[in-house]
């Protein structure tokens, strides 16, 4: 498969997978800032602002208009749901000869049906739209293509994306007890609520919601789950292994934070959290450049010389 190609399904993955973890993570945390009075909107707003990696300087109050027009309807801005969806699109566009008509007008069409305002009182409506939306595509992709070199690129993309949008939300958990959100608010986010409730069956507690997300080997959006579903796709891609030890940078790198996931003790990682969870980043975001370096190397851009006469 072409580098080129293989680029384009790696980034739509993630960037489809970005704008459904986006929309989940706004719809639950601007809910929740209606529904609770005593909530600080300055301090919530700018504890989700900086999970999408976005930080504001002190000083200016920062509100719910401000984090939905950042995060939602700005095309310009990296974190955003209409970027990620513009940026899916394009990256469609430049694969079109493997792409599948039906996954192009699902993606087309949705970035051109992006608003440029969403009201305070149609944002619910507005996620809700982005992840089905997302939920097609994915379902697209998972039932109307071959499951071959372009599936596993794609999926790669996808379960990168969900480990550290997964990571960024645990890591919010862990700010303050007092301010933070809860944990019924982060399951809900990764949309891990109901399963969580068939799975523990009683109210969330500190312990069994960090199982559940971090090393739940069943739920799609847990942080083993995806880590794991990555070496997969790595494995499919390139079955080549040799007799000593992994080669492959990338599936090293994600082989080690999933060992450190499957055999170090819950309490031990819920100790330091945050520094558990920032290294799932840094290892995710590692891994994605091996993976660049490996399958999609950049080369020079092509410079067109006149002949000497």
Not at 109 to 127: G, L, M
Not at 197 to 214: C, H
Not at 236 to 248: L, M, Q, Y
């Amino acid at each position: 498969m072409l580098s080129r190609i293989a680029e384009s399904l790696f980034w739509i993955g993630r960037y489809v997978e970005r704008s459904d973890g986006t929309a989940r993570i706004l719809d639950v945390h601007l809910q929740l800032l209606l529904e609770d009075p005593w909530i600080d909107e300055d301090t919530a707003c700018r504890s989700l602002l900086s999970v999408m990696g976005t930080d504001l300087p002190p000083g200016r109050l920062v509100t719910r208009e401000d984090v939905i027009n950042d995060l939602a309807v700005d095309r310009q801005h990296p974190g955003s749901i209409a970027f990620a969806i513009a940026s899916a699109r394009e990256n469609a566009r430049r694969a079109r000869e493997i792409v599948s008509t039906e996954l192009w007008e699902c993606l087309n069409s949705t970035n051109a049906r992006i608003p440029k305002k969403v009201a305070a009182e149609k944002t619910h409506e507005y996620f809700r739209w982005v992840r089905e939306r997302a939920a097609l595509a994915i379902g697209i992709v998972d039932s109307a293509t071959s499951h071959d070199e372009a599936w596993q690129f794609f999926t790669l993309g996808r379960a990168i994306e969900r480990a550290d949008m997964t990571a960024r939300l645990l890591a919010t958990r862990s700010l303050t007890d007092a301010s933070g959100p809860s944990w019924t608010t982060i399951l809900r986010s990764c949309g891990a609520y109901e399963a969580y409730l068939r799975t523990y069956r009683g109210v969330p507690s500190t312990r069994n919601a960090a199982e559940f997300l971090l090393t739940d080997r069943l739920f799609p959006r847990s942080i083993l789950y995806s880590v794991t579903k990555a070496e997969e796709c790595l494995r499919e891609i390139d079955p080549r292994e040799g007799r000593a030890g992994v080669v492959d940078q990338a599936l090293r790198l994600l082989g080690g934070i999933r060992s450190e996931l499957e055999f170090r003790p819950i309490i031990e990682l819920m100790d330091d959290l945050p520094a558990h969870m920032e290294e799932v980043q840094a290892v995710t975001s590692a891994a994605s450049d091996q993976i660049r370096l490996k399958y999609f190397p950049t080369s020079a851009v092509p410079v067109w010389i006149g002949e000497n006469s």
